[in-house]
């Protein structure tokens, strides 16, 4: 005959494996969610640095920049 008492706790460890897997799957659906919100913002601001690479005037990266130059007229 069985022992009960070690049944009920292999049925609890059991349980508590199951609660365990449980929420270690819905980590994982948050995490993979989170990645692909990432990705998404990643390529949003890759789009947006290819547009705004377009936009700047082909001289303005070469050679150092002088800040008088950007001042204001009334300075």
């Given at each position: 005959m069985p022992d009960t008492n070690n049944l009920g706790n292999?049925?609890?460890?059991?349980?508590?494996?199951?609660?365990?897997?449980?929420?270690?799957?819905?980590?994982l659906d948050?995490?993979?969610m989170t990645i692909?919100?990432?990705q998404q913002?990643?390529?949003?601001?890759?789009?947006?640095?290819i547009a705004l690479r377009q936009q700047a005037p082909e001289g303005g990266s070469n050679g150092p920049r002088n800040l008088?130059?950007?001042l204001?007229?009334?300075y």
């Open positions: 292999i049925l609890q460890r059991l349980e508590n494996l199951e609660v365990k897997a449980s929420f270690t799957e819905d980590l948050q995490l993979n692909y919100q990432q913002l990643i390529d949003r601001l890759t789009h947006e640095i008088r130059d950007e204001p007229p009334h």
